[in-house]
């Protein structure tokens, strides 16, 4: 075993004496807790700031199994110096608790520099399997609902485990835990609150990994996130052996072009990118690739199934452009108010690409301007209240169910429920010549394009191998003049529409092949005199007679969601069934969740196109095992959407009435 830490063992000793006496005299003597102390004023947030105010701890916590899972612990200095006692944040995670050893601290604590300077403890353990713990690493573990013994272990079992010896072996704690955690993080967050130890009492799961395959990192209603996949497992390895050891750093990939588009279309099959780029050896790359279907090994890790009669308060935060996990926490969401739904249970949206809300101002995401710093919004007026109610006792308690930012508005809002009740179904169709209407068309009739998988659409205008964080606002006036995308839109808006909730899509389709991607594209055209409110100094007056310099966002054709759907998966995830060529068949699914105001002067627009690429794999556009695919698998075929009359293709929005 490579010992690269060595946790002296009379750290243990220090922290069980410090509880047995100046760590638990404070509550025997109350009663209660000690009074937080004030936060620490001033300074910038960094690792000597750290090293000045807390004290380090590393310990190898053991399970109920045996198996110990390397932790380290942050206390603040006046736990010793002042017998003052804090709660504890606590974050689990597979990406490394670093940096290791005692003398080593990191350079900011907490979900953000805010909880540094109040004063919390602050604990990060390495999950099973992964860097300095023991055992045996499963991504994304399934939950056991039943265990007969102590072998029984999942993330939820660790979790109690870990914050049981926590409150009885850390020094000057309160007894009380809160949770938080960043897409896998923010599984083992979720994961927690199953089941969840008494002393954990708020867990906020953020941008949380809920359902691999239904809407998260891996699958988006049966299509392969195919560039995101394959970025993150080239820098995402397990270690060598067994024994817990820091893995050596991965070599960045090298693409050998700046244009990921090219990139994946020379790479061709998935089967060439095992083969040439992992080697075979890449076990979760496979997992991907392996099971298509929403089958066993995905339904067993769908945590959100098990979001029955939580206890803890929860925070539940993502960003309405989330480019991962877009719609992991809203599936937590509905599930709970379902199934007996904790007491405090708040929804958090905010016009964030994955994670976006824990760094940066948040005033804007590409071309996009926000008109606020929501992100210092909810770190400061959102986040760190929650917690400061729950762990210290701080403010009002007053939480809505949801707190969103509207998009469009721009403007932050506060709902009892979610969605809010003023929201009705309201249906728009898609008619002929590209129009949408708001009354169910008449005459029946269809539009066509020829998709070719070979030729396919990418989902930028833009060179980049990775996934774009911003492409979910990126203008789409690229996509609407190639012939392989159907574009439709209403007339000019003449009031303010305002959307919140899911998005039903119900298409009437028919193919030429046995099996095609149907993907659908909500979008917002603005009008072409809009301002460039992103401009970071005033345009220069134009000569006198000179035309004015058109804004960049004049007739910007913002994308507010996006989905694709396998069509073979119209009837079942678990039982895909191909198409009969020429036949009318029906695609309907949900997209995730909006809060966005399509304002007066703008156009709603709706573009369908069948390949989306390298975002998504692309579709042989015949029936079979696409894994499997050959370079001569790939066909062209004729995609028809049927327009009009009783039973014509239309999209039903939850408008504001």
Excluded: C
Aim: proline share 9%; no cysteine.
């Amino acid at each position: 075993m490579r010992q690269l830490v060595v946790t002296p063992l009379i750290l243990l000793g220090i922290a069980a004496a410090l509880m047995q006496g100046q760590g638990r005299r404070t509550a025997t003597t109350t009663g209660a807790p000690a009074p937080a102390a004030a936060p620490v004023a001033g300074g910038t947030v960094d690792r000597d700031f750290v090293r000045e105010n807390y004290t380090k701890f590393e310990y190898r916590i053991p399970m109920r199994d045996g198996v110990k899972l390397f932790t380290s612990v942050y206390v603040p200095k006046d736990v010793f110096t002042e017998e003052r006692t804090y709660p504890i944040m606590l974050q689990r995670t597979g990406y490394s608790v670093a940096p290791y050893g005692i003398d080593q601290y990191r350079a900011n604590l907490g979900p953000s520099e805010l909880f540094a300077r109040e004063k919390f403890i602050f604990v990060y353990q390495d999950i099973r399997g992964r860097y300095l713990s023991e055992g045996e690493y499963v991504v994304i573990r399934p939950i056991k609902p039943v265990k007969n013994g102590p072998k029984d272990i999942d993330e939820a079992t660790d979790t109690y485990d870990t914050i049981d010896w926590l409150i009885k072996n850390v020094p000057g704690n309160t007894q009380k835990v809160g949770m938080y955690g960043i897409s896998q993080p923010g599984f083992y967050a979720t994961a927690g609150m199953i089941d969840a130890h008494p002393a954990l009492v708020a867990s906020a799961p953020q941008a949380p990994v809920t359902d691999y395959y239904m809407g998260d990192d891996s699958y988006h209603n049966g299509a392969f996130m195919l560039a995101h996949r394959f970025n993150f497992y080239q820098g995402f390895r397990g270690r060598e052996g067994t024994d817990p050891e820091i893995p050596a750093a991965t070599v960045p990939f090298s693409f050998g072009t700046p244009d990921g588009y090219d990139f994946y279309l020379e790479m061709g099959t998935l089967a060439n990118a095992n083969e040439k780029y992992f080697k075979n050896k890449q076990p979760l790359w496979n997992l991907n690739v392996d099971h298509t279907t929403y089958d066993e090994v995905w339904q067993s890790r769908a945590v959100w199934k098990h979001l029955k009669n939580i206890k803890p308060a929860v925070m539940l935060v993502g960003g309405w452009y989330d480019t991962e996990d877009p719609q992991g926490l809203l599936r937590q969401h509905y599930f709970m108010r379902a199934n007996n739904p904790p007491a405090v249970e708040m929804l958090v949206m905010g016009p964030w690409n994955h994670g976006g809300f824990a760094r940066g101002d948040g005033d804007k995401l590409g071309n996009v301007n926000f008109g606020s710093k929501t992100g210092l919004y909810y770190r400061q007026n959102i986040e760190l209240p929650f917690f400061l109610y729950h762990l210290k006792g701080r403010g009002d308690g007053k939480f809505p169910q949801a707190q969103v930012f509207q998009t469009g508005l721009n403007v932050w809002r506060k709902f009892p429920t979610w969605p809010p009740a003023s929201a009705m179904p309201t249906s728009i169709y898609l008619d002929a010549q590209g129009r949408i209407e708001w009354q169910q068309p008449a005459q029946a009739a269809f539009d066509e394009y020829l998709s070719d998988p070979n030729k396919p659409v990418p989902y930028v205008n833009a060179l980049s191998t990775r996934v774009i964080n911003s492409y979910m606002t990126e203008d789409q006036r690229f996509a609407a003049a190639r012939p392989d995308v159907l574009v439709y839109k209403t007339a000019v808006l003449d009031h303010d529409v305002t959307v919140y909730g899911t998005i039903n899509v119900d298409l009437k389709v028919s193919t030429t092949g046995t099996d095609s991607d149907f993907d659908v594209k909500l979008i917002d055209v603005y009008p072409a005199d809009s301002p460039d409110y992103n401009a970071t100094t005033p345009a220069t007056p134009a000569a006198p007679g000179a035309p004015t310099p058109a804004s960049p966002m004049g007739g910007y054709q913002q994308l507010v969601r996006g989905e694709p759907f396998r069509g073979k998966f119209r009837k079942s995830f678990e039982k895909p069934v191909p198409f009969e060529p020429g036949k009318p068949d029906r695609i309907t699914f949900p997209m995730p969740d909006i809060a966005h105001t399509f304002r007066a002067g703008h156009r709603i627009m709706v573009q369908i196109q069948s390949t989306w690429f390298p975002l998504t794999d692309r579709n042989p556009q015949k029936f079979m095992d696409i894994p499997k695919a050959l370079k001569t698998d790939f066909v062209k075929a004729t995609q028809r959407v049927y327009t009009g009359g009783p039973d014509g293709s239309k999209i039903t929005l939850n408008i504001e009435q």
